[in-house]
């Protein structure tokens, strides 16, 4: 749990970097931060691909992006089942005991009931192993998000200089 939770912040993190980019010229960075800290994980990745779409990103950057938005999609409501569930040791059978994190999904009172029916294969359970290959996830979308971030900045800072005197 700790390494995903770690993943997810280093992405939040490149996340939030990617967003000063954006807003560079059209805000300050506490400004920015402002608008962005108070979200849930889900409105500040909807806030970063609106501000995205209007920067002018090269044709390989947006190619990018939009391929690390839709993993980021996918991955939304299993983070939140993740970071927001509970750790359950559970052996079903003659299967040894095994960690599972258990996620509520809204409108669920029955999660519990349909994780032991599903002998801890229902959408909203993860074990260790699941939970490892999601961090494996963040970290992967976080790479192609930071070298987004950093070559777009280096653009912009390039653009700048050549325009100085």
């Not at 993943?7 to 931060?33: F, P, S, Y």
């Amino acid at each position: 749990m700790g390494e995903f939770l770690t993943a997810c912040a280093h992405l939040e993190n490149n996340l939030a970097g990617l967003l000063l980019v954006c807003d560079r010229d059209k805000k300050t960075i506490e400004q920015t931060w402002e608008e962005f800290l108070p979200l849930t994980f889900g409105q500040r990745l909807k806030l970063l691909i609106e501000k995205c779409a209007a920067e002018p990103f090269s044709e390989e950057h947006r190619t990018i992006l939009e391929k690390e938005f839709a993993r980021l999609k996918e991955l939304v409501p299993q983070r939140n089942l993740i970071v927001h569930g509970t750790t359950f040791h559970f052996g079903f059978g003659e299967a040894p005991v095994q960690t599972f994190r258990v996620g509520s999904p809204k409108n669920n009172t029955n999660f519990m009931r349909d994780f032991i029916d599903s002998k801890g294969g229902a959408a909203h359970s993860f074990t260790a192993e699941k939970v490892r290959q999601l961090s494996a996830l963040c970290d992967d979308i976080r790479g192609h998000i930071a070298k987004v971030m950093i070559e777009a900045q280096m653009e912009r800072a390039k653009l700048e200089s050549d325009k100085s005197p």
